[in-house]
């Protein structure tokens, strides 16, 4: 079924109704939009259906692409600023015209390389899409969330707590250093799941179902020792290559060694771990 009307910044499915030099054109109950012919794809047929990204041009027109952005509408996302100006900066979000990010959106000024963490929304004066990368003011109070529920997260910013997040789309959240036996960085979307509902309307997140965090740190050791035998890892063992080699924390990992030496599961030696045969 095509859209009833084409929505900017969004992906809308919409007939292809006619074929010109340079794409062709696709229609919604009321509206029409081009699609370049570097994006249409192969045998396209008049009367086909086709779901695309619908966003404005150099010179403010609607255009579709079949390419897929970092981010659509109302979400949230880390850019990469490839270029400023006096009204603002400029981020690459995995098209061809570049998003813009006023000054009045900027916490603080943006230069070339930073990144940067907002939501994208749309400017009704304007009729275009802008990112907004003031976050608090774009989060909502948490509703409709229960415990263990699975919600998707954008790591914000590290705290001397642990690491803020953003909580499908829409609210703060907070997972502790003492719960994190893996790694993770500022910038990554993941699933996750509610721990619990502050009294501060914020949530506390786990990246792992309620009371399996360090199940799934015990398990990757294990797995990887019964398959190597054994890994030339230890206590006093670098962190990098720690997280290089099961993808966890060295604070996990040392906690998850410890059990399996009292489960007599594991041989610890000087310069390596061994599965006890």
């Not at 084409?6 to 010109?20: D, F, M, P, S, W």
């Not at 790694?183 to 914020?202: F, M, P, T």
């Amino acid at each position: 079924m095509i859209e009833e009307y084409i929505k900017l910044g969004e992906y809308n499915k919409l007939e292809v109704y006619k074929e010109v030099e340079f794409g062709v054109y696709l229609k919604s109950e009321e509206d029409e939009v081009l699609l370049p012919k570097k994006y249409v794809p192969q045998n396209t047929q008049i009367g086909d259906i086709l779901e695309v990204f619908v966003y404005s041009d150099s010179e403010d027109r609607y255009v579709a692409t079949t390419i897929k952005p970092k981010a659509i509408l109302n979400q949230f996302d880390m850019f990469e600023v490839v270029d400023t100006s006096k009204f603002g900066a400029f981020v690459d979000w995995g098209l061809e015209k570049h998003l813009f990010v006023p000054l009045s959106t900027q916490k603080r000024n943006l230069k070339k390389g930073d990144k940067v963490i907002g939501k994208i929304k749309y400017d009704e004066k304007t009729d275009r899409l802008f990112l907004d990368a003031k976050i608090g003011r774009n989060l909502e109070t948490p509703k409709e969330l229960n415990q263990n529920d699975e919600v998707e997260i954008l790591v914000l910013a590290k705290t001397p707590l642990g690491y803020k997040v953003i909580v499908n789309n829409s609210f703060e959240g907070m997972i502790y250093d003492n719960e994190i036996f893996e790694n993770i960085k500022i910038g990554d979307k993941r699933k996750a799941y509610v721990k619990n509902l502050r009294e501060d309307n914020k949530l506390d997140i786990s990246l792992n179902p309620i009371g399996k965090s360090r199940d799934v740190a015990y398990q990757k050791v294990l797995d990887k020792l019964q398959d190597k035998k054994e890994i030339n890892l230890t206590y006093k063992s670098n962190a990098e290559d720690i997280k290089n080699e099961f993808g966890i924390s060295k604070k996990a990992f040392k906690a998850v060694l410890t059990k399996l030496i009292d489960e007599n599961k594991i041989i610890l030696k000087d310069d390596r771990i061994c599965i006890n045969t």
